[in-house]
């Protein structure tokens, strides 16, 4: 592993002395330098879609900090935009896809859905731009949603408390739900391929919403296709690492980690690293799990927090990282001390 940049050493298996790191929504709202060329291009979906723009927002964190990864700036609802829902952003209200999954013939819906290839075009140009400006250590990290999280946003059209729209077609109608998953798990796995042929050389699966899941259902929805789209990335990328983050899974992330053969898992805020690595498997590698209110309120709790996560992980591949995203209000010195603190 001499030579590999740090966070493909890491996931491959390496201990580093120091871990590596990046931040989940590292490139966004908090950096001025992104407000700046928001204001000026308006819409976040103009932003997504120009690649001249979307390489620019991907690299700027790597200018201001020198993070140890690039993660691709883009949205987990670009795939069901592919598919035929509208998507737009409203400011304060989130994102909305129209029209939602209507229960009342949810196999006409789905079958309605179509992909248009296309609208990825964009998405990989901004992978090939940053892949050639990132510095020779730097890693870039293509991603997705996971097709459940994908799904609760397709059904109700927005997103929503306990999933309960998208949890209840699953139990009432699971065989149109499955049809939905899997259309939503072939695009993706296509637009995933296509960002690797692009030049992403790690990908992570978002799965936002995996916490609100009975096990049962969890095993349904979760680890069997995130287990079907790895198994299928792998036979066609065979070198590249995928990264899972099943968030609020708790006590059902060490058979996720088996049974999906993912080659790392992130670790949301509220999971205790220390059990993390007693319960998960010796050698694999982790990501995260700095609380991002610790970030946003800085000093002592920044630093204590910062040392209890690299003191429970100390004995397997790490890579530091928060545990969701890195918030809007998050002041530039808390990641400043973030950096320094970690790598003194």
Known sequence: MAG??????????QILPTP????????GRYLPEYRALRAEKGSFLNLVYDSDAAAEITLQPIRRFGMDAAILFSDILIVPHALGQQLTFTEGEGPRLTPPLTPHDPGAWIDGLTPALHHFDPIYQTVAKVAAALPPHVTLIGFAGSPWTVATYMVAGHGTK???PARTLAYRDPAAFQALIDRISATTLDYLSGQVMAG?????LFDSWSGSLAPSEFDRWV???????????KARHPHIPVIGFPKGAGEKLPRYARETHVDAV?????LDPAWAHANLPADLPVQGNLDPLALLAGGEPLTAAITRICEALAG???IFNLGHGILQQTPIPHVEALLTHLRA
């Open 4 to 13: 590999m940049k740090p966070i493909l050493a890491t996931l491959a298996g």
């Open 266 to 270: 992130g670790l949301d805020e509220a």
């Open 20 to 27: 590596p790191l990046w931040l989940m929504r590292q490139a």
């Open 200 to 204: 992403a050389e790690a990908l992570q």
């Open 162 to 164: 306990e999933q309960a």
């Open 223 to 233: 680890i069997a296709p995130t287990a079907a789209l790895v198994a299928q990335l």
């Open 316 to 318: 397997r591949p790490h």
